[in-house]
């Protein structure tokens, strides 16, 4: 069954800095890889995603991922976080049919 | 596009009664629809795969009496909570599946249920 591994419930990171959020995927097939952005209090937002293609892709606000066959890995970053950037983050994988979500990392933007 | 809605936003009922929670694609049609469930800072629980017009799919442990889905149309899922308990307070999400190969699914904004 595909899974994913988020490691690190919380991230804090400094206004300015880069953000960096890891994912590990586990796959019997070629994957489709998803990072979803939540507020507090609010539904799930589809930050990006890989299919097939290009393997560096980019999302809304700034963000981007790049998917590693060698590594299973679909890490997300962002060069310069903004205390906007303060939410839930999951990584998800397809899989029979449905997606397997990560456990989550919760951003905390120091100012 | 690929806008999700649901309704309530949030939802207070007594212990015992029931609560029906709808959900909406509301620029494309949804052959399958999601509900999860969130318990405060803890990732998605899949409850139930809900198939148009085909009786929905439930996760195990799931009590399907409990938490009725209908998807009696391509645009519409609903979820009732039957004789709510306080223990079914939570956060209940919904998700569509767009059809791509992807599988992709576009989320809901969520309901907040406190039972009370």
């Known amino acids: 069954a595909q899974s994913v591994t988020q490691l690190g419930s919380h991230v804090s990171v400094s206004e300015g800095a880069l953000v960096l959020l890891r994912c590990n995927y586990s796959s019997s097939v070629p994957p489709y890889l998803f990072w979803y952005v939540q507020y507090p209090n609010q539904g799930l937002q589809l930050l990006l995603k890989y299919t097939t293609g290009a393997t560096l892709v980019k999302g809304i606000n700034g963000f981007e991922a790049e998917f590693k066959k060698s590594e299973t890995s679909f890490h997300l970053t962002k060069p310069s976080a903004h205390m906007s950037d303060a939410a839930e983050y999951f990584c998800?994988?397809?899989?029979?049919?449905?997606?397997?979500f990560g456990k989550g990392n919760q951003v905390v933007v120091i100012p | 596009g690929a806008v999700v809605s649901q309704h309530p936003s949030r939802v207070i009922c007594k212990s015992g009664t029931s609560v029906k929670i709808e959900c909406r694609s509301l620029d494309f049609q949804a052959t399958t629809m999601f509900w999860y469930r969130q318990f405060p800072k803890k990732s998605l629980m899949l409850m139930a795969t809900s198939n148009e017009g085909s009786k929905a799919t439930y996760e195990q442990g799931v009590e399907k009496d409990k938490f009725l889905i209908n998807h009696a149309s391509l645009t519409l899922s609903t979820l009732t909570v039957t004789s709510a308990h306080p223990e079914d307070s939570s956060f209940y999400i919904c998700?569509?599946?767009?059809?791509?190969?992807?599988?992709?699914?576009?989320f809901g904004p969520g309901t907040r249920l406190t039972v009370t």
């Open positions: 998800a994988v397809t899989g029979n049919n449905r997606l397997a």
């Open positions: 998700s569509a599946h767009t059809g791509g190969v992807a599988y992709e699914q576009y």
